[in-house]
């Protein structure tokens, strides 16, 4: 069990810039999420993919957000035209479900975005 | 909207201390409780879960109870180690229109614990 994975783990990048993120899930799992950590706060969601489906997008997730899970497997989060609130922790969670209610999401280490 | 509340830290105590990080909880109907815990460098794990009233989740000597009539779902340990260093997030589930979950997290706790 290689648990949630997410490339890369740091980013520096300047405000106007675009940069793209993958999260790689747990196999086996059918459901994506991603959420985004401002300093001094909790995670905050963003959006979720059942299987390559997108199902739920936040508020938070602006015109320049946009995230695919092509084949239902990896996932990319693509922000463009980079300001300096964009600076966060990206996190992708993963979990198996097979029907409503809840099921355990399972989280990776991050990438953590620095916009100049 | 739902949100949770969860005292500020940094907290910081000597091995062997008790520790309490409280937290309070504001939903519509009946949400399941999370903690979690994010140690440096780590992803957020699960630490332990409270479905429903007076449901006590407990896990590596943490405790937290489900109480309901004042909105609260505090952490407890008996005696911490240095281990037990990280940032501890209190939780709740939110239904989405999928019919999936999401979470709501607090602000997190910073936890120091000294030798």
């Known amino acids: 069990d290689t648990g949630v994975s997410q490339d890369p783990r740091h980013k520096i990048t300047k405000r106007g810039q675009n940069v793209t993120f993958r999260c790689d899930p747990i196999?086996?799992?059918?459901?994506l999420y991603w959420y985004r950590q401002t300093l001094g706060q909790g995670p905050e969601f963003l959006t979720y993919f059942q299987n390559e489906a997108q199902l739920e997008k936040s508020r938070l997730l602006s015109d320049r957000f946009s995230a695919e899970r092509p084949k239902g497997s990896f996932s990319t989060l693509e922000i463009q035209r980079t300001e300096q609130g964009d600076s966060a922790m990206y996190l992708c969670?993963?979990?198996?479900?097979?029907?409503?209610?809840?099921?355990?999401?399972?989280f990776g280490p991050g990438t953590r975005l620095t916009v100049l | 909207g739902n949100s949770v509340t969860q005292m500020e830290g940094p907290v910081t105590l000597s091995e062997e201390a008790f520790l309490t990080i409280n937290c309070t909880y504001t939903a519509t109907g009946y949400p399941s409780l999370f903690w979690y815990v994010q140690y440096p460098g780590e992803g957020l794990q699960l630490l332990l879960k409270?479905?429903?009233?007076?449901d006590k989740g407990s896990n590596k000597g943490f405790e937290a109870t489900y109480r309901k009539e004042t909105t609260s779902f505090h952490l407890e340990k008996g005696s911490v180690q240095v281990s037990d260093s990280a940032v501890y997030f209190c939780a709740l589930s939110e239904m989405m229109t999928s019919g999936t979950y999401k979470y709501i997290f607090g602000t997190g706790t910073r936890l120091k614990v000294l030798a």
């Open positions: 969670a993963s979990s198996y479900g097979t029907s409503g209610g809840w099921d355990e999401q399972f």
């Open positions: 196999s086996e799992h059918n459901r």
């Open positions: 409270a479905t429903k009233a007076d």
